[in-house]
């Protein structure tokens, strides 16, 4: 077996497989990425039968690919062969596989001039970059590369509208199109952090879309999802993977960065830094946890006032103190104070808009500036989950019943693994039981409950769900772990505090008193 750094020569052709080229004499052919793999396999063991399982999984990995794509790839290597004069170069072994029978094959260690003509190492932005490579089109026909491209488009446009995200433009993206190339040396060549590689298959009426995104710095995977689809209306498909992508994406990479900092020296933190450290604490929704957050917050908005992200996480720890350390007018003041600076600065940031018009809502009790901010949150970033979700709480806790649970749906379909997916079941659960559906209102409660078990507001509806079934020793015990998370839990107040729909206030409210929470 030769070694990852040669250089094939056999005939006059040079097939160099870090760059995923074969060349006839200096000029790259137009072999795709996939065939260059087939190739390099053959030359391995040149003179020998390799069978068609080895070539698939040297092709496809563990992917399950049917007979026709090994073949579809060879005859593709046969043809850029076959321009040359030599009379046979790729020989079928019935049932068994294929052989490499061209010229004799010369291994050269990579030489400095080849080395050289690398492109060096850029430096990475400041904020999380990603580059979006081509899908593979494991279809078997060529012309199913529009639908593939076309699907890659949709979520380098999807996530270029996420504000504190730098993504690699199509144009260079796509320059790796038909090559192998190693993942740590495209995230050197287009200035990285994460890479996005993919492929589509379309069989018949259903479509199958595999995307994973790599940590180019080291190599391992950050998120890996599989998308199963009916293949109807194929435009309307693609832009529904696409969006789901986006969704699912954007909470990963945040994840992923934030780990990265807390690997930092804290001198060095700046503020974009400090809003990812703080991050993790807000999305608790608790006290404790968002007072931390706030001296880091606090430390961004002094190096940075005009961040919109920090005033926007500044106005949710506010929230929750507000809600959940008493109901003091300084943190209702607080938290409006720093949404309208959210808004004002961050007219093209998603996320701060999202984060504002929930505090809008819910402390200033102005649904209608709420959903203004939400929906330009949206229009922004048609991706964005968390809109979805702190959207169908505000929706809840009115008494939209139909139209929270389609918001919190959708939220949840576009990020479920969210780490504010407990909002959006917590949503659904009031709204379920304001319409009588107490068993689904239970369900979700739990959903709720599992996804964040250290906050207390999951514990209240799970509470009213199980009194309204009639199951009042497991809703007393639900009620007790509110009263533990939150000793000042007063429902009468938490309902005054979201200015709370008449109708649902009844509801939970004689739900709640039954599980034996205080008024």
């Not at 974009?272 to 007072?291: C, F, H, K, R």
């Amino acid at each position: 077996m030769m070694s990852g750094n040669d250089i094939y020569q056999f005939g006059p052709f040079r097939l160099d497989p870090a760059a995923g080229i074969l060349y006839r004499g200096n000029e790259p052919t137009m072999l795709g990425r996939r065939a260059v793999v087939l190739m390099r396999r053959l030359l391995d063991n040149a003179g020998t039968p390799v069978s068609k399982d080895a070539l698939v999984e040297a092709g496809w990995g563990e992917l399950a690919v049917a007979d026709n794509n090994l073949t579809v790839q060879i005859a593709a290597l046969r043809r850029v062969l076959a321009k040359e004069d030599a009379e046979k170069w790729v020989e079928t072994i019935p049932r068994h596989g294929y052989r490499y029978v061209g010229p004799a094959v010369v291994a050269n260690v990579r030489n400095a001039s080849i080395a050289d003509r690398a492109a060096p190492a850029l430096a990475l932005p400041e904020k999380p970059s990603i580059a979006v490579l081509p899908f593979s089109n494991l279809s078997g026909d060529p012309e199913q590369e529009y639908f593939a491209d076309g699907m890659v488009d949709d979520i380098i446009t999807g996530l270029a509208r996420i504000k504190w995200l730098f993504v690699i433009a199509r144009n260079s993206s796509f320059a790796y199109k038909g090559r192998i190339a190693d993942v740590k040396q495209i995230g050197r060549e287009l200035g990285v952090r994460y890479v996005l590689e993919g492929s589509v298959r379309r069989s018949g009426g259903s479509v199958r879309v595999i995307g994973q995104m790599i940590d180019a710095s080291t190599g391992s995977h950050v998120w890996a999802e599989r998308y199963d689809r009916n293949s109807a209306d194929i435009f309307a498909l693609q832009d529904e993977i696409a969006l789901s992508v986006v969704g699912a994406i954007a909470p990963s990479v945040r994840k992923a960065e934030i780990e990265r900092v807390r690997r930092k020296r804290p001198e060095s933190l700046d503020a974009y830094d400090l809003v990812l450290q703080a991050q993790p604490d807000v999305d608790s929704g608790m006290p404790e946890q968002v007072t931390r957050a706030l001296t880091l917050l606090e430390r961004a908005i002094a190096l940075e006032p005009a961040y919109a992200l920090a005033h926007g996480n500044a106005a949710m720890c506010h929230h929750c103190l507000f809600l959940r350390a008493g109901l003091q007018e300084v943190n209702r003041a607080a938290s409006i104070h720093h949404a309208r600076l959210a808004i004002a600065y961050g007219q093209d940031d998603a996320l701060a808009l999202t984060w504002a018009g929930f505090s809008i809502g819910m402390d200033a009790h102005d649904r209608a500036a709420a959903f203004a901010a939400l929906e330009a949150a949206l229009a922004i970033s048609p991706s964005s989950a968390l809109t979805y979700i702190l959207g169908s709480v505000i929706l809840g806790w009115s008494g939209e019943a139909e139209r929270a649970i389609e918001w919190s749906e959708r939220g949840v379909r576009l990020s479920p693994f969210d780490s504010w997916v407990w909002a959006a079941f917590d949503a659904q659960a009031m709204s379920h039981l304001l319409r009588g559906r107490y068993e689904d209102g239970c369900r979700a409660a739990y959903k709720s409950v599992q996804a964040n078990p250290a906050h207390s507001i999951t514990y209240v509806q799970l509470a009213a769900a199980l009194a309204k079934l009639g199951r009042l020793d497991e809703a007393r015990a639900a009620a007790a772990r509110v009263l533990e998370l939150q000793p000042l839990f007063r429902y009468g107040r938490q309902f005054a505090g979201v200015n709370c729909s008449p109708e649902l206030a009844s509801t939970l409210g004689d739900a709640l008193r039954d599980a034996g929470l205080p008024e």
